[in-house]
């Protein structure tokens, strides 16, 4: 029994000490220079923190091998590692110092001007001067020694309804459960190529970064702008010999939607294709799969509070269009609990909250007892002893294979015209049009309506005509908002908070 994840790189480094571990724009990395680097990091950690663990540790580094090194030599030192984003927002980068209250900062000398302007009164530490020193192993480890697998590994910020981010702290053994998980069902191996999209502070890339480690694959960082150019993307695939790559859908989709594939044949390349962060349109995926047939592909879901994923769907059958895709059934080590509004399993045909238990709970909010109190609370099934579960938000009902269909988010629940309305309903009957590639649904209190937001061309009149068989006529959306480019976060996903500043 591993009691972190620090034994994947030992061991890794060990069996395979010149595969190449990390590839990006400016170079590549073997898995001992991985593990070298990161204890230097360590050791510099160690040195500054007076032989105190459990701290957080900050990463300031644009996306690069550099942040995974980082994020390796603050485990190694026991404590615990929070990315931030070099493009965040100051006024959302000091609330989360504000949150986190770190000592030490990872950046390099060219970030550094631009952190001191933060709220940040710590020490810093240079990349690019510290992995130059000389790691002292000895040092290290009597403080890896002492790591138990319910120590904290990071926390990841998401949004927060106040204003204020949400620091989801994950574990040792969250993680080890995980990746255990993942590597074993999907078959990974050391001849194995990961294509990582996902940013380093969004949870998608704990999947990448830590398969990888545990096998000893080679992880390849996909420069950014290449999402926007799809047959460049797809050429850099097949060149760099990418055969797994974990997307958000809407990274997938920018793909199908210029049938990229015409131009470049990926067949002898790909052979996983997973995705989780928002939903995948069967009518996106059916193009991936008319392209490339034989690849492996599955839906994965679950929030940041869940270790990245916490059910999945292999995609093993058929769909039309506009059927919506299961997220399936629980990962091992997990139980998927749909709850009613009194808080009991639901029936077949009823919609209910989905609630997780098991290892893959986060640990809760950092500092934010009271957002954690509302979130991970008692099973109300289990009235023997203290039992945990996490209140996802989202909505779903069971199909008839027992899969789990995700409908829509309790925020995404609306009364209108006396109706109970789902939007994630109405996105998927507008998916399923022939000449939309992305939508979003949205509710205007003030109008009383509605809105439609779509990549496509078309009229209210002719979206009625078209989904009308698809969805009773209160759900028709009252306005249509043609938008030529979609607004993607950060993460790759929509972003509802830039349209809803459109209605």
């Known amino acids: 029994m591993k009691n972190s994840v620090l034994p994947w790189l030992d061991e890794t480094a060990k069996r395979l000490p010149n595969k190449l571990a990390l590839q990006d724009i400016s170079g590549n990395i073997t898995y001992q220079e991985y593990r070298s680097k990161s204890l230097a990091i360590a050791y510099k950690i160690v040195e500054l923190n007076k032989g105190e663990m459990k701290k957080p540790v900050v990463v300031y580094l644009e996306k690069g091998k550099e942040v995974l090194v980082s994020f390796m030599g603050v ?99 969250s993680v080890i459960d995980y990746i255990d998980w993942v590597t074993e069902t999907f078959n990974i191996t050391q001849k194995d190529t990961f294509g990582n999209q996902a940013p380093f502070y969004f949870d998608n890339s704990i999947l990448d970064i830590y398969s990888c480690m545990k096998m000893g694959a080679t992880l390849n960082i996909i420069p950014k702008k290449l999402f926007f150019q799809p047959v460049p993307l797809l050429e850099y695939i097949k060149y760099n010999k990418i055969n797994t790559i974990f997307w958000v859908p809407s990274a997938l989709i920018v793909v199908s939607k210029l049938k990229a594939f015409r131009n470049v044949d990926l067949s002898d390349t790909l052979k996983r294709v997973l995705f989780c962060g928002e939903v995948m349109p069967n009518k996106q995926l059916n193009i991936w799969r008319k392209f490339l047939p034989n690849v492996t592909y599955a839906n994965l879901y679950g929030p940041t509070e869940i270790t990245d994923a916490c059910t999945y769907y292999i995609v093993d059958r058929e769909f039309s269009d506009d059927e919506p895709l299961p997220i399936g059934i629980p990962m091992s080590n997990t139980d998927i609990l749909v709850l009613n509004d009194e808080d009991k399993l639901v029936t077949d045909d009823e919609v209910g909250e989905l609630c997780v238990r098991g290892t893959s709970l986060a640990m809760g909010y950092y500092n934010n007892p009271e957002k954690t109190r509302s979130a991970f609370v008692q099973n109300p099934l289990n009235k023997a002893v ?116 459109l209605m």
């Open 386 to 501: 203290p039992e945990i579960i996490y209140r996802t938000g989202d909505l779903v009902r069971y199909n008839e294979y027992r899969e789990i269909i995700y409908i829509s988010r309790k925020d995404f629940q609306i009364k209108h015209l006396g109706h109970r309305i789902e939007l994630g309903e109405i996105e998927t009957a507008i998916s399923s049009l022939e000449e939309v590639t992305l939508n979003c649904c949205l509710y205007d209190e003030k109008n009383q309506r509605i809105v439609l937001f779509v990549d496509a061309q078309v009229d209210r009149d002719y979206i009625k005509e078209r989904i009308e068989k698809l969805v009773p006529e209160y759900m028709i959306p009252g306005k249509v908002i043609y938008l030529e480019n979609m607004p993607i976060n950060a993460n790759g996903k929509i972003d509802r908070i830039k349209l809803k500043e």
């Open 75 to 173: 485990a190694y030192s026991g404590c615990f590692y929070s990315p931030i984003d070099t493009e965040m927002p100051p006024s959302r980068v000091n609330k989360i110092l504000e949150v986190l209250k770190p000592e030490i900062v990872i950046t390099t000398n060219k970030l550094k001007t631009n952190f001191e302007k933060f709220n940040f009164y710590g020490s810093y530490i240079i990349y690019e001067e510290t992995i130059c020193s000389e790691e002292d192993e000895t040092a290290v480890k009597p403080y890896t020694e002492k790591i138990v697998d319910t120590d904290l590994l990071y926390v990841l910020f998401t949004s927060g309804s106040t204003g204020v981010p949400k620091g989801v702290s994950i574990c040792h053994r």
